[in-house]
T-cell receptor, first 115, second 107 residues
Framework: DTAVSQTPKYLVTQMGNDKSIKCEQN?????MYWYKQDSKKFLKIMFS???????INETVPNRFSPKSPDKAHLNLHINSLELGDSAVYFC??????????????FGQGTRLTVV | DAKTTQPPSMDCAEGRAANLPCNHS???????VYWYRQIHSQGPQYIIH???NNETNEMASLIITEDRKSSTLILPHATLRDTAVYYC????????FGAGTRLTVKP
């Protein structure tokens, strides 16, 4: 029973297309995240949602739009895909208990390749 | 924008203790130190976290200096499966990963 699941695991698409990556967590966590890991292997936070409310929106092109229909889901929609969007995208979740969080669980990643 | 400094790489012999250092000299009084690792291209995996006191769990021990400006993650008996990139994170509003330390455990 996977705690944080992402679909699809692999995604190959052409430039200019629109695509979505789905993420679901069954841990009852109140916070969900999207991270991008590029070819240089740096993990960068993109978005953070707490109880369906956007908390963090890093300097990400507005072609990227997260959608949280409920606390268990945080989907990532990408418009007009560009070559530079090729990366591995990780979804994660945790509970926010300031000043600490509970441990974060990560999905297995979605490898996006734009051709 | 990572708030931590780690060596880029380390080697460790299988069965030996792996000691991974992390500097976080700008840490504030109520900020926690978290450690995660990423094995190959899998999603990062939580290891341990702490505030002031040393912590131990089934995976590792975390030693935090008294001034809290640095910490050390200890894997007491490293195995080949511990080969991974280890990330030290100071939790502020969110989890921001630095470059981490690539630990290679050798037979």
């Amino acid at each position: 029973d996977t705690a944080v699941s992402q679909t699809p695991k692999y995604l190959v698409t052409q430039m200019g297309n629109d695509k979505s990556i789905k993420c679901e967590q069954n841990l009852g966590h109140d916070t969900m995240y999207w991270y991008k890991q590029d070819s240089k292997k740096f993990l960068k936070i993109m978005f953070s949602y707490n109880n369906k409310e956007l908390i963090i929106n890093e300097t990400v092109p507005n072609r990227f739009s997260p959608k949280s229909p409920d606390k268990a889901h945080l989907n990532l929609h990408i418009n007009s895909l560009e070559l530079g969007d090729s990366a591995v995208y990780f979804c994660a979740s945790s509970n926010t208990r300031p000043p600490a969080n509970t441990e974060a669980f990560f999905g297995q990643g979605t490898r996006l390749t734009v051709v | 924008d990572a708030k931590t400094t780690q060596p880029p790489s380390m080697d460790c012999a299988e069965g030996r203790a792996a000691n991974l250092p992390c500097n976080h000299s700008t840490i504030s009084g109520n900020e926690y130190v978290y450690w995660y690792r990423q094995i190959h291209s899998q999603g990062p995996q939580y290891i341990i976290h702490g505030l002031k006191n040393n912590e131990t769990n089934e995976m590792a021990s975390l030693i935090i200096t008294e001034d809290r400006k640095s910490s050390t993650l200890i894997l007491p008996h490293a195995t080949l499966r511990d080969t991974a990139v280890y990330y030290c994170i100071v939790l502020r509003r969110d989890m921001r990963f630095g470059a981490g330390t690539r630990l290679t455990v050798k037979p």
